[in-house]
């Protein structure tokens, strides 16, 4: 028995198919996809045309053209690609996970809706910031739009639900929390996640060869600064 | 080539930009890929070359050198120095040509693959714009008033024209976009969360596009529907042709820019060969869905690319007799 059981497998329309470890948050199961993310990306195969790995799920895409035949269907082929790739042992993961520091600006300025959450968890501002930068997150996944980042848990002392009326725009940089997740806007967008602070990194940059500043499974950790140090650190980055 | 006056969102657009989506980066691509696959292969061109993808006012376009241009997909009536040219025919213009679009005839959205093919990078393995990340294609904006694109300059067609301002050439493709409201699905994997009364719903009433779509999405209004459960979904990917579940009982249908991630149920998911159908889709459309099975939608898909594929091979060598004969 491998490693990755128990899973499900099942088609994301007629190009793609979703390898499923059970709908859940949480650090195990994450870590199973993101090995086999791994694990399938190193096989280098070329009709697999993306691979996206989300909270407790990998998806799959494949170019159907290479793969169909008259004997087996695409998705028949690309499964049985799947459950021999997850009866391989898997590599020895590198151990060492990235830890970034990001620096985020509190202040009410950037942080929209944080008196509304001290107001409704009966904590102070401060006491929220404490919170929010005393743990390690983790990366899970990116989506949504480029470069977005689902962090967490976030201690249930500061989980709040999403917005009822999302903004029309949220602007990039833009600290969020949403449930026990939290996150960080790459880019402006609408958005409905409750926002905390900001910060002055830029975490989407087209002109990069590698655009997005993380990647599944980094770790990430906030600390305070001043609007002051804000705009230094904006200055500097320009 | 300049941009003499813009449309409301003419963009460069390819068959999609793979393998960024686990960065959040969307593949956007042609919102009807085979028209825009089509127009190529009429000029015997890759399939996946750049090509502008036009809705409804388009661009007026000058042709500052001449070329040999493919139009396909909706019908707006095109011009070319006000002279009405018909859709999927390779057409050589002279310089200083201008292409117009006039009308609304039927669809959504338009195409034009150039010989004399569009000169831009690709981003991220695709030239496909990304108007999210405002990368790729041109400036990773739509097309606006004044813009010059250039083109490169491999086919001298100077000899086709002989002094005409236009020639369309006589071959043409065959098989295009059809017009059908009945549009095919696969089940999603949360097919089963609606009631039984839903998934009949489904399949028996009509639905009509909402004026909420566009490149992201359709949101379509008609029968609600129901799920039998409160589960709530973790993020995972979704895909081109997904219809979600909104909380309400309404359903959106992911389009070429939708998100790579979502957390609503997938209870169904469009074919891929019949994408191209609803992409020429506008708000107040009704569509209808037909269930159909994987392994039928998949050889649907493959049926298409043969026909493209010989089609590409077949106008490649006419194309090259000609260019050769005129020398």
């Known amino acids: ?238 | 080539m300049k941009i003499l006056r813009s449309g409301i969102l003419d963009t460069i657009q390819d068959s999609g930009r793979c393998g960024s989506q686990h960065l959040g980066i969307n593949p956007s691509g042609a919102m009807d890929c085979f028209s825009s696959q089509l127009s190529n292969a009429v000029l015997g061109k890759e399939l996946k070359s750049p090509v502008i993808e036009f809705h409804f006012p388009s661009s007026q376009i000058l042709f500052e050198k001449e070329n040999i241009i493919c139009i396909c997909g909706a019908d707006f009536l095109p011009t070319i120095n006000n002279q009405p040219v018909p859709l999927h025919h390779p057409i050589v213009v002279n310089k200083n040509s201008i292409l117009k679009f006039s009308k609304l005839q039927s669809g959504a959205r338009c195409y034009l693959s150039l010989l004399n093919e569009i000169n831009i990078e690709k981003w991220n393995n695709s030239y496909s714009t990304n108007l999210k990340a405002n990368a790729g294609g041109f400036k990773g904006r739509p097309l606006l008033t004044n813009d010059v694109i250039g083109c490169k300059e491999n086919f001298g067609v100077s000899n086709i024209l002989k002094n005409r301002d236009l020639v369309v050439l006589p071959w043409k493709a065959q098989d295009t976009v059809d017009t059908r409201n009945e549009i095919e699905f696969i089940i999603g994997s949360e097919w089963h969360w609606l009631t039984k009364d839903a998934r009949e719903s489904f399949s028996e009433h009509w639905f009509q596009i909402t004026n909420e779509a566009d490149r992201m999405g359709y949101r379509l209004a008609g029968q609600k529907l129901f799920a039998n459960t409160e589960e709530q979904l973790v993020s995972s990917a979704v895909s081109f042709g997904t219809i979600q579940l909104l909380p309400k009982g309404q359903l959106i249908i992911l389009m070429a820019d939708h998100q790579t991630t979502g957390g609503y149920p997938r209870i169904a998911h469009i074919i891929s060969a019949h994408l191209p159908i609803l992409a020429q889709k506008k708000p107040n459309d009704v569509v209808r869905f037909k269930l159909t099975s994987l392994e039928e939608a998949q050889k649907k898909l493959v049926n298409q690319k043969k026909y493209l594929n010989q089609l590409q091979i077949a106008c490649k060598f006419r194309l090259e007799e000609l260019l050769h004969a005129a020398l």
């Open chain 1, 1 to 238: 028995m491998s490693i990755y059981h128990p899973y499900t497998m099942f088609p994301l329309g007629d190009s793609a198919l979703t390898i499923d470890f059970g709908n859940s948050i949480d650090d195990q199961t994450n870590q199973k996809v993101l090995q086999l993310y791994h694990q399938i990306k190193d096989a280098h195969i070329p009709y697999l045309t993306d691979l996206v790995p989300a909270y407790s799920s990998l998806t799959v895409y494949y170019d159907v053209i290479s793969v169909y035949s008259t004997e087996h269907s695409a998705f028949e082929a690309i499964s049985e690609l799947i459950e021999n790739i997850t009866e391989e042992k898997p590599k020895p993961v590198d151990g060492t996970k990235r830890l970034i520091d990001i620096p985020v600006c509190y202040e009410i300025k950037y942080a929209l809706d944080i008196y509304e959450i001290a107001r409704q968890k009966n904590l102070s501002v401060e006491e929220i910031i404490a919170i929010h930068t005393s743990k390690t997150y983790r990366v899970y996944m990116l989506g949504f739009i480029p470069g977005f980042s689902y962090m967490g848990l976030v201690d249930e002392q500061i989980e709040v639900p999403r917005k009822t009326e999302p903004r029309p725009n949220v602007e990039a940089g833009s600290v969020g929390i949403a449930g026990r997740q939290t996150g960080i806007y790459p880019l402006n967008s609408p958005g409905g996640w409750q926002i905390i602070g900001k910060t002055p990194l830029r975490l989407f940059n087209k002109d990069l060869a590698q655009p997005v500043l993380f990647e599944p499974g980094d770790e990430v950790k906030f600390y305070s600064i001043t609007e002051d140090e804000f705009e230094d650190f904006k200055k500097r980055n320009s």
